[in-house]
């Protein structure tokens, strides 16, 4: 292990010049990873630091810089499909600015890249929904969209109260605060105050994951029940058809995490990183930490839990949980792999709550970026880039995973 990490270093120096000279991949989407991917919990675009994931990418031999930028994961799934979305025009080369506002482009022409048609890849802790599918085929015909699973996530309960330093929550007593039933303070802790709930507004694979765990978790009846979405108005909607006055909606984990930092009273689901590094204060669920609890090993992926050209075709009714159906007209080959949400809905061991991200690119018109590409899509399951990286796995709250693909299978998905 010291000589491949002297051997990296070495890599770094030999190749910085020439990943700078080379083409910039640009990607973005899922806020749940970037930590990870890039380093940078501050801006939108994220230029990666070292120790990330896509900065060790960039060290090897043959690869390029990448840019990455925090949209959230339903809005670069958008981006990936380009066009006009809702209502919305998604482009690779619209801006990625900081702010509240979720971004509708990855801001290639800020990276060099003016040339770009569509992304390079995109990150996405929701996986491909049925909209979704329909929306890339319908904006790019001659393509299909590629989907691997590529880390784990734990997503953390932040809070900021005073008077309270710790909190130990039961899934029944989130069950409670994020339905409603659970309103002040005194209910959980000491203090007394009125709970303030921080959600995404955005389309969020965060927000997936937290209801794929609470829509298993939580129980309920036909007509009052938790339904697994991206949009936090639908996961509750069953419970507060109109959210209550003091439940505040926020774009992108960092803007959450920001936000609860700013103002006493709040609590919020948030990816662990964040909630270890920029708010500091987070609660232990069924005794479980997110940071110490989650990412020591690999999370394991079963073979029978990958489902080939498959996608998420809303929720059962009466359930919440959401429905997997087979793709109608869906390439010949196995390069969509959905991870059945019920297979890490409710761990049994280690931290909860748990999201899967992915990353998806574009089976073909990739052009030059090809193989940079192919690289890319394999490095979640390289061990000579995984085993480097630093900003993912134990004190993370973020893992990469532990499946069967194998290199040929998963880079002969990206096309020129």
Known sequence: MKTLAGALVLSFAAVASAAHAGTTLVGGGATLPALGYGGDATHRQITPTTGSFLYVYSAQAGNPQTSYCQTGSGAGKNILAGGTIGGTSYNVQNACPDGSATPTGFGAAAVGRSD???????????????????????????????????????????????????????????????????????????VTGPINVVYRSDGSGTTFGFSNHLSAVCGGTASSHFVTDQAFTNVVAKYQPTLPSNWVGQSGNPNVANYVVANDGTIAYVEADNAA?????????????????????????????????????????????????????????????????????????????????????????????????????????????????????????LSFLSTSFTQSAVQGCVGT
């Open 116 to 190: 770009l048609t569509q992304p390079n890849f995109a990150g996405a802790d929701s996986p491909l929904s049925a909209t979704d599918y329909s929306n890339y085929r319908s904006n790019r015909p001659s393509s299909y969209p590629v989907e691997f699973p590529a880390v784990a996530g734990a997503i953390a309960i932040g809070f900021n109260k005073a008077g309270v330093s710790t909190l130990n929550l039961t899934d029944a007593q989130v069950c409670q605060i994020f339905s409603g039933q659970i309103t002040n303070w005194n209910q959980i802790s000491s």
């Open 277 to 397: 590094n920029v708010l500091g204060s987070f609660a232990t669920v069924n005794g479980q930490d997110p940071i110490a609890n989650f990412g020591a090993s690999p999370l394991p992926i079963s073979s029978s839990a990958i489902n080939y050209n498959y996608v998420i075709n809303g929720a059962d009714p009466t359930t919440g949980r959401p429905v997997m159906s087979a793709i109608s007209g869906a390439p010949s080959t196995q390069c969509i792999a959905l991870v059945d949400p019920s297979s890490y809905a409710a761990p049994t061991s280690g931290y909860p709550i748990v999201a899967v991200s992915y990353l998806l690119a574009n089976s073909a018109n990739n052009g030059s970026d090809k193989t940079a590409v192919q690289n890319l899509i394999w490095a979640p399951y390289n061990s000579t880039i995984t085993s480097n990286t630093t900003q993912i796995g134990s004190g993370t709250g």
